[in-house]
């Protein structure tokens, strides 16, 4: 049977690079050289795309799904930690007594207002649901991910934000568009293919992944050479090793 994801497998129509070219072109205020990302949008073009408008494919939202994990361990001394906060949209929305936040950038006003990799070196607290959507690179997401598993508690589930990059133009890393997904997909391929968690990547909010810790050892399945170079073409060729789940089926296993 096809991956879920495949039904929104689409093409773009001809002439749609000339279009976003011209679109660069007219731009004003780039914070880049516009020769600079006409060049890089013709090597990385892929005439495939993925047919999503994620507000119309579910109102579900990557809060929904966290409070329901917290519902489902059920525990007053739950603890929450969010790995980047930005405006503190989904943070506020977190229904735990304890929640701690991390990110350098002094206007997200985090708990700690440190990096990820800081964080993770001092930290000696165990969490019970863990946040990832920090910096929005292949091997930070993937250093979260490892430090978070071992601070990870028993059952407790980790999320991550952004694992489906939409077109080439989302997945490409440094960013050059303002709705951006980075390469954080590749962290999915890792994870599908990880011993002592249960992993799935829910269709909702750019795509969710979630694990869930089934034993206490956990072997984080390494593919750095095969990956790094990767662009969102080999996107949509690898994604058929995930487990893709619509947004209310998994939010049902929930209850
Ligand atoms: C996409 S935003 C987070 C959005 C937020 N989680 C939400 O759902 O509303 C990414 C945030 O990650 C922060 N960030 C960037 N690099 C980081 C790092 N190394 N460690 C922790 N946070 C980082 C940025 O400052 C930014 O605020």
């Not at 799904?65 to 790995?83: H, P």
């Not at 165990?126 to 946040?131: E, M, R, T, Y």
């Not at 990059?165 to 989302?170: A, G, K, S, T, Y």
């Not at 909010?205 to 034993?215: A, F, R, T, W």
Request: with cysteine; proline share 2%.
């Amino acid at each position: 049977m096809d991956s879920k994801i495949k039904k929104f497998y689409n093409v773009h129509e001809d002439g749609y690079i000339e279009k976003i070219i011209d679109h660069i072109s007219k731009q004003e205020n780039s914070n880049h050289d516009k020769n600079d990302i006409i060049e890089i949008v013709k090597k990385i073009y892929c005439d495939k795309y993925l047919k999503i408008d994620w507000f119309k494919l579910s109102n579900l939202r990557r809060w929904n799904f966290i409070n329901a994990s917290i519902r489902k361990i059920r525990s007053d001394k739950l603890e929450y930690l969010e790995i980047g906060v930005f405006r503190n949209e989904n943070f506020n929305q977190i229904n735990c007594i304890n929640k701690t936040s991390v990110d350098p950038d002094p206007k997200a006003n985090a708990t700690h207002k440190i990096t990820s990799d800081e964080f993770f070196s001092k930290n000696k607290k165990k969490f019970d649901v863990i946040f990832i959507d920090g910096l929005h690179d292949y091997k930070q997401c993937q250093t979260d991910a490892v430090n978070a598993l071992k601070c990870l508690n028993a059952n407790g589930y980790i999320f991550f934000h952004d694992f489906v990059p939409r077109n080439f133009l989302e997945e490409y890393t440094p960013r050059i568009v303002k709705i951006w997904t980075g390469d954080v997909w590749k962290v999915s391929i890792e994870l599908a293919n990880t011993s002592g968690i249960e992993f799935s990547v829910i269709l909702a909010d750019h795509g969710l992944g979630i694990i869930k810790k089934i034993n206490e050892t956990v072997e984080y399945a390494y593919q750095n050479k095969q990956l790094e170079d990767l662009r969102f073409n080999h996107f949509l060729d690898l994604n058929k090793v995930v487990n893709y789940k619509d947004a209310e089926e998994a939010f049902g296993e929930f209850s």
